[in-house]
């Protein structure tokens, strides 16, 4: 019972930490695509809603202890997209939510079909990759409102952003233009989640990072009314604030439902499809990556995921909310702060709710810079100084698919920095595979040459390559006998070498298996070297 009570009370502390990381995310992607289109169509609320359904709804079907879902910066660009492709106005976002809506049955289906296996294909170099690079924009990209420059929103991760400044642009005129009051916050703030990781969580073993945070978030509010009790001058604008309507009727008339009788619409149907496709892909990345974070290392079932993640996004398009995918920001959020289960998940959805209807005029009193500092302090446990070094000292094969796929996320989006890092990763495998399935070993002119794994047409050049180098006069064993699998160009290399070994007086012996596969490999072999000979 004692134990049911603590995990209680540490998934509490937790869901309060997702509140405070998501909302403001949350925010962020509804103002990002309304800049985007050049006019307020997404509804403010419809981001709130989609990480209410992520929280309950979703962290009630996931397979996953950890991984919370909500809606994401990365998508704000493919809602935008839609949206311009419907008209670009509210009905466009009616329709957008028939999309949203069939794109979550597409979902299920591939759950059903079980397609999430296509996530074990991920290199890991990839994922930690991805873990790091996602640290780095957050750092970067949270830096400007850490100082007070709040032109953009506050989950913006993109390089290029609406103002025509790109990420490290964006910080160099925040270093030139600080907001003195927000950027006294924001240091406090930071520096207050640095000291208690480092003299309290590592000396004392506390919970790690929920305390901290609602202290930041305290002394933040607290700083402001100091500032209007005392230096007027310094109050926060609202720019520098969380904003949310706190008149209930203001809320109920930016809510937004699906017209269905846009089923039959090509492009409601072609948003559909993509939306399923980009928001299954980001959910199998996440939860991988989330599942590497876990300290007990708990492996997430990717096809149930999937089908929650389609529930989620039936019921987020019906109720007018964004799409829903497996945020890694958030999620790293509920285990730096100890969350235990998916309870934390499902009772961040409740709170969500509650904060917003019940208590948005203390929620409005929260400083950006004060979230901005979280958000730093998350980036900087998901970069993770000793995994780089770790990946180094791995070897070039594992390093640069890491690095590329730091760099790419970083100067692109997360799926294409990914994409571009699975080809890196690809190659070095390749390359690997190349020199690994083919061994030549010699002493005193006697030669090993043996195939192992797959060999397959890939293997085409090394396979031939090697052979070239056995030197006249020599003596060679060919052992295939270790070889699962042999392609039939392989096959017509070797046989190559054999019928022309003699005229370099070159003495053969081939190593048999009693693997059936094997035996008749090298009877093909054997045969083709007896139908050469005899031409």
């Known amino acids: 019972m004692k134990h049911f009570f603590r995990s209680f009370a540490t998934n509490i502390e937790a869901s309060v930490v997702i509140l405070l990381v998501t909302l403001p995310i949350c925010l962020g992607v509804v103002i990002q695509t309304n800049t985007t289109l ?48 419907m008209g670009g106005d509210s009905n466009a976002y009616q329709l957008f939510l028939v999309s949203l809506i069939l794109a979550g049955i597409i979902q299920i289906g591939m759950g059903w079909l079980k397609l999430g296996v296509i996530g074990d294909f991920i290199p890991n170099s990839v994922i930690k990759g991805m873990l790091a690079a996602i640290g780095i924009i957050l750092i970067l990209k949270q830096f400007p409102h850490l100082l007070g420059e709040d032109i953009n929103p506050i989950g913006d991760e993109s390089f290029l952003q609406a103002d025509k400044k790109n990420t490290f642009s964006s910080m160099y005129y925040a270093l030139e233009h600080p907001g003195f009051s927000a950027a006294l916050i ?10 208690y990781d480092k003299f309290v969580v590592s000396k004392k073993q506390l919970p790690k990072l929920a305390p901290s945070v609602l202290l930041v978030i305290i002394v933040g509010i607290l700083i ?35 017209k269905l009788s846009a089923i039959n619409n090509v492009n409601v149907w072609l948003t559909a499809v993509t939306i399923a496709i980009v928001a299954s892909l980001e959910t199998l990345l996440s939860v991988e990556a989330v599942d590497k974070i876990d300290t ?45 289960s998916k309870m934390a998940i499902i009772f961040y959805g409740l709170l969500l709710i509650i904060a917003v209807v019940i208590l948005p005029h203390v929620l409005n009193k929260i400083p950006i810079s004060a979230l901005s500092a979280i958000l730093i302090f998350i980036g900087y446990k998901l970069l993770d100084i000793k995994q780089v070094i770790a990946f180094f000292k791995k070897g070039l094969d594992q390093f640069i698919p890491f690095a590329v796929t730091i760099i790419a996320i970083i100067t692109t989006n997360m799926l294409i920095g990914v994409l571009i890092g699975i080809a890196v990763g690809l190659f070095f495998m390749m390359h690997s595979n190349f020199h690994s399935a083919v061994l030549l070993v010699n002493q005193d002119n006697n030669y090993l040459f043996r195939l192992r794994k797959d060999v397959s047409f890939f293997n085409k050049p090394i396979v031939k390559k090697t052979l070239e180098r056995i030197p006249n006069g020599a003596y060679v064993i060919i052992d295939i006998s270790r070889a699962d699998f042999i392609d039939k160009d392989i096959v017509e290399e070797i046989n190559n070498f054999l019928c022309h070994a003699h005229l370099k007086k070159i003495k053969i012996d081939i190593k048999k298996s009693n693997q059936k596969e094997t035996l008749d490999l090298i009877a093909h072999l054997e045969e083709l070297k007896f139908n050469r000979l005899a031409l």
């Open 38 to 85: 050049g006019q307020n169509v997404v509804p403010i609320f419809s981001g709130i809603i989609a990480a209410c359904v992520g929280g309950i709804v979703v962290g009630f079907f996931s397979g996953s202890h950890l991984s919370v879902s909500a809606p994401t910066v990365g998508f704000s660009a493919v809602v935008a997209t839609a949206l311009s492709k």
């Open 224 to 258: 402001n009314e100091f500032y209007k009790l005392y230096i007027p001058s310094l109050v926060l604008t609202d720019k520098h604030l969380i904003t949310l309507p706190e008149n209930p009727s203001v809320m109920l008339s930016t809510f937004s439902f699906p």
């Open 296 to 340: 007990l290392k708990r492996v997430t079932p990717a096809n149930k995921e999937l089908k929650a993640q389609g529930i989620g996004n039936i019921i987020s398009g019906l109720l007018g909310g964004l799409p829903i995918t497996s945020a890694v920001v958030s999620s790293s959020a509920n285990i730096y702060a100890n969350g235990k």
């Open 186 to 195: 924001g240091i406090i703030s930071i520096s207050i989640l640095f000291v």
